[in-house]
């Protein structure tokens, strides 16, 4: 290697060398400048989260010149985004820098990291949806660089954010092959811990500990003792929800041989494993020793959003008979003052909920699950929706479902069940060419395809306040009602062949030679809304001319487009100079209808 090294080689040496368990970059030559090699220590001390040495050795290489100064650029945001801690200015002050980067074209092995950087900010601020745009981008620009699976990684996360559940899963277990096939065993234990989360946060807790147990047989000998002790815990959580006792005997003394092996280090993933051992001792009636772990955990954990979590389990490991009205009082103010919304708060509301059912106060249980579902709404996070649904299941279902109603259509259930004719926007959404595919795959790659999309649908429905009426096999119907109904349904559209289409793009780049090849048709005009069916069966549906259309206009788009009529977009202002208007036959209609055809391209959020 010369001393003209250029940008891949430069990032394959720092992220190859991460792998590999270096604390220092491997494999300069000597006429390597002395100041590319101090960026890539620090480089490499930044991604081991060892960030002591980083603000030195980046003060050593500040006078690089292009294209290194942008590297350099990033390295140092990489490191302040380290010290964060889930500060809004702070994330927003990064990704505003990181967007500057961009704008000056850095060349593509930097636009590539700085793609993943947005994305990890977007995660962080939860925009999981623009997280997934930017780690798309990140992973096509990236090739086959060492760091590709870093980006999979983020990838799956904002799936799981999302609810895409299937995806997300899916995208963890190739990545965690793309790590087997050059022995990132730290990557590869990174990767088994967020599947067997995703598996503890889809109920399947045996899943979970099936993944845990293999990566630890596989690969537990080449592991550092700190990324042991992440799967550990991982293991003591799933055998918490198993509740089976021999399971959690056997995974709480695994959990206490590895702290053993750390020694008097004070880091992070001890604190973690602190709140595992808490809600152990709690289940044996230890509640000193339980207390104990969450103050040594608090120590450690100083984000705010960790901290909000260790303040519910302090209470909820608390039993029913020490439990104070000023703890409960303190709970209750401490949520009260969050701005952002985040996971420690959702389980607090949920935990007073059922307390004020124990004390027989169901409309108090039921307010308090007001709150917490206009909360969780603000964020659209799918899981904390379950978790919310499902203590409204368990209070009072009739409830439950009228707010699921409620959520997608932005109208009381009463209303929804009413035979109406009025104006409305259907939309009708179906994978392209999938009839067809579909006798080339196994029944499973049918279903996961099929889940697939309606799991990506999910948060956009509501979002836009969108009711789905009917999943048509590898199709879906929907309806847009009431105010603004013409641009809230062509956005929706518009967004879920984006996300879809994003999806499809992630599959191919992973070698698979099909993806999530959606297109969409939307018409408004006046619909017949109504219920059939019986108490067997009931479903809601959208009867007309205006639906008729809708069906009709999505069978003339191709993959990744969005076919509407010219006078729906430019009544809701929509332009797209690369949007195409055509005349077609249609069925029902005696002269050609003029349709617009929008092809999605996935625009940077």
């Known amino acids: 290697m010369s001393g003209d090294i250029n940008l891949n080689q430069w990032w394959r040496i720092v992220e190859e060398s991460v792998i590999r368990g270096e604390t220092q970059p491997v494999g300069f030559e000597d006429s390597v400048p002395e100041e590319l090699v101090n960026l890539a220590r620090a480089a490499v001390c930044e991604v081991r989260m060892d960030l002591d040495p980083v603000e030195k050795l980046l003060e050593k290489s500040e006078s690089l010149n292009t294209p290194w100064d942008a590297v350099h650029s990033l390295i140092q945001l990489r490191s302040q985004l380290r010290l964060a801690r889930g500060d809004q200015k702070v994330l927003g002050d990064l990704r505003e820098s990181a967007e500057e980067l961009i704008q000056n074209n850095p060349e593509l092995p930097t636009r ?21 745009g930017q780690l798309t981008e990140a992973l096509e620009c990236v090739g086959s660089a060492a760091c590709r699976p870093w980006i999979m990684d983020g990838i799956s996360q904002s799936y799981l954010y999302l609810g895409a559940r299937t995806e997300g899963r899916r995208s963890l277990r190739r990545s965690i092959v793309d790590k087997n096939l050059v022995d ?39 592991l550092e003792t700190l990324s042991k ?13 198993l509740k089976d006792e021999e399971q959690l005997q056997e995974s709480h003394q695994k959990l206490d041989q590895c702290l053993a092996e750390c020694g008097e280090v004070e880091v992070p993933p001890i604190g973690f494993a602190c709140i595992a051992r808490a809600r152990v001792f709690s289940h044996e009636g230890n509640h000193d020793a339980a207390m104990a772990e969450l103050d040594h955990a608090a120590r450690l954990l100083q984000h705010p959003e960790l901290l909000m979590l260790i303040d519910y389990w302090r209470v909820q490991l608390t039993g029913k008979e020490k439990r104070t009205e000023l703890q409960l009082k303190n709970l209750e103010e401490r949520i009260d003052s969050l701005d952002k919304v985040m996971e420690g708060e959702i389980l607090s509301r949920l935990l007073l909920a059922d307390i004020a059912m124990e004390k027989g106060c169901k ?11 206009s909360r969780v709404v603000q964020t659209n996070q799918p899981h904390w929706l379950e978790l919310v649904d499902g203590a409204f299941r368990k209070i009072d279902p009739a409830r439950q479902a009228a707010r699921s109603i409620e959520r997608f259509s932005g109208r009381p259930a009463e209303q929804m069940a009413l035979t109406t004719t009025e104006d409305a926007t259907i939309i009708f959404a179906d994978l392209a060419g999938f009839t067809q595919r579909s006798t080339e795959l196994s029944a499973e790659e049918v279903m996961e395809t099929v889940r697939s999309v309606f799991e990506l649908a999910v948060p956009l429905l509501a979002q836009h306040q969108v009711r789905p009426l009917q999943h048509l096999g590898d199709g879906l119907l929907a309806a847009c009602q009431g105010d603004d109904h013409e641009k ?33 048709g939307v018409n408004s005009g006046p619909v017949v809304f109504g219920m059939l069916g019986s108490s067997y069966k009931q ?20 993959i990744g487009e969005v076919v509407t009529l010219p006078e729906l977009a430019k009544k809701v202002g929509y332009e797209n100079s690369e949007a195409i208007i055509k005349p077609y036959d249609m069925k029902g209609f005696d002269a050609p209808v003029s349709v617009m055809k929008i092809p999605i391209h996935v625009i940077e959020e």
């Not at 409309?363 to 579902?373: K, P, Q, T, W």
């Not at 479903?539 to 191709?558: C, D, V, Y």
């Open 184 to 222: 990132d065993h730290l990557g590869i234990a990174i990767s088994s811990g967020s599947l067997a989360l995703a598996e503890l946060q889809s109920g399947e807790p045996e899943a979970a500990l099936s993944v845990l147990d293999e990566t630890l047989t596989r690969r537990g000998e080449h």
């Open 229 to 241: 002790l992440r799967l550990y815990t991982f293991c003591l959580q799933a055998a918490l929800e």
């Open 539 to 558: 479903e809601w549906l959208a009867i007309g001319k205006t639906t008729n259309l809708a069906a009709r206009l999505q069978s003339k788009g191709e």
């Open 112 to 132: 590539a990291r700085l793609h993943h950087f947005l994305g990890i900010i977007d995660l962080q601020v939860n925009r999981p949806g623009a997280a997934l």
């Open 363 to 373: 409309e108090e249980a039921i307010d308090r699950l007001e709150v917490a579902y």
């Open 488 to 520: 809230r349904g062509l956005d929706f559209a518009l967004d879920f062949v984006e996300r879809t289409s994003l999806a499809s793009r992630i599959r191919r780049e992973m070698g698979e030679s099909w993806g999530l090849d959606l297109r969409a």
